[in-house]
C-alpha cells in the first residue's frame, strides 16, 4: 500500500469512527429490558414514565452500561452561576457529601465536585418552565444535544437521579420563554460515567435533545422543572458537568462526518490517487 493511499484510509477511518455508539435495549423482548440499577430499567422508563423504549429516532434509548465520550466532546463552562450552593461527593458508593458555598468550578469537569440548582418546586406543564432561572453553560460549540452528568446525594431513587429539566439557547440572558428551547430525553446511561461497582453517586448520564436539527451554544439545567421524573422529590439538583452534541451524537469540536455522496466522491478519488501512485512507482523501478 503506497503511502497516500494508505494515508487517505486512515482519514477516511477516523470519519467513519468518530460517532458516539452504544449498545441500546432494542425493546421489551430484549434480555435486559428489566436490568435495575438504582431503581430503575428500561422498563421502569416504559411502564413508570410512559416512554417508548427502543432504538428508533423517537425511542427512548437506554443502557446498561457507562457513558463513553465521543470524538471532539467538550464539557461545558458555567457561564451563569445560578446555583445556591456546591458540594464534594466524599463516598462514590453511599452517596457522603459536604457541602460549601456555590462555585461555578464545582461544575465544569467530572471529579464529583457539583453544583446545586434550586427551584422553589415545579410543574409538569412546560409552559411554567423558567430556565433562565437554572445554572446555563457554555457548550463552547453549536449543539443540538446536551450530556449531563447529574450526582446523587440521597433518596428515594429513580427520582433524585433525574430531578431536572433541560433547554438550549442562542439568547442565555433571555427570561422570555420563546426564546429556549426544550429539549427532550433521548438516552439514558443506568451505570453513569462509571461503573456501579466503582460509583452510586453518578446517578445516570443522561442525553437531552432537540427535536430538529437546530443548534444552539448554551444550555440550562434547571432543578425540578416540567421534565422531572414524577412524582418529583424536594425542589433543587445537584450536576458535577454538562457537554454539548451534535445531532450525529459526535461532539462538537469532531470533524464533520462527510454526507454519502461526498463520501462516494471521495473514495472515488482515492481509488485514482492510487492507481497514480502504482504508475509512478512503477515508472520510478
Known amino acids: 500500500m503506497n503511502k497516500l493511499t494508505g494515508s487517505a484510509l486512515l482519514l477516511i477511518a477516523g470519519f467513519a469512527g468518530s460517532a458516539h455508539s452504544q449498545v441500546f435495549i432494542s425493546g421489551s423482548s430484549d434480555a435486559n429490558y428489566n436490568t435495575q440499577y438504582q431503581g430503575a430499567s428500561a422498563a421502569t422508563f416504559a411502564t413508570s414514565f410512559g416512554f417508548s423504549v427502543g432504538t428508533g429516532a423517537n425511542d427512548l434509548k437506554v443502557s446498561t452500561g457507562t457513558w463513553a465520550d465521543p470524538t471532539g466532546f467538550l464539557l461545558g463552562t458555567v457561564s451563569t452561576l445560578n446555583g445556591q450552593a456546591s458540594g464534594t461527593t466524599t463516598n462514590k458508593l453511599d452517596y457522603s457529601y459536604y457541602t460549601y458555598g456555590a462555585s461555578a468550578a464545582s461544575a465544569n469537569a467530572r471529579d464529583y465536585a457539583w453544583l446545586q440548582n434550586y427551584s422553589g418546586g415545579g410543574s409538569t406543564n412546560p409552559a411554567n418552565d423558567t430556565p433562565w432561572w437554572g445554572t446555563i453553560w457554555n457548550l463552547g460549540g453549536q449543539a443540538n444535544k446536551a450530556v449531563v452528568f447529574p450526582i446523587v446525594d440521597h433518596g428515594p431513587l429513580p427520582q433524585e437521579a433525574l430531578e431536572y429539566t433541560v433547554y438550549l439557547t442562542n ?42 436539527n437546530s443548534t444552539f451554544q448554551y444550555v440550562s439545567v434547571r432543578s425540578v422543572g416540567s421534565q422531572a421524573f414524577a412524582p418529583a422529590y424536594g425542589d433543587e439538583n445537584e450536576i458535577d458537568a454538562v457537554g454539548g452534541l451534535t445531532a450525529s451524537n459526535q461532539g462538537v469540536l469532531a470533524p464533520p462526518v462527510p454526507e454519502p455522496e461526498t463520501y462516494a466522491m471521495l473514495m472515488a478519488g482515492l481509488g485514482v490517487m492510487g492507481v497514480v501512485a502504482r504508475r509512478r512507482k512503477q515508472k520510478a523501478s
Open 171 to 212: 439568547n442565555p440572558n433571555s427570561t422570555n420563554l420563546a426564546d429556549w428551547h426544550l429539549a427532550v430525553l433521548d438516552q439514558v446511561y443506568l451505570q453513569g460515567w462509571e461503573s456501579d461497582a466503582t460509583a452510586l453517586a453518578d446517578g445516570y448520564t443522561t442525553v437531552w435533545r432537540l427535536q430538529d
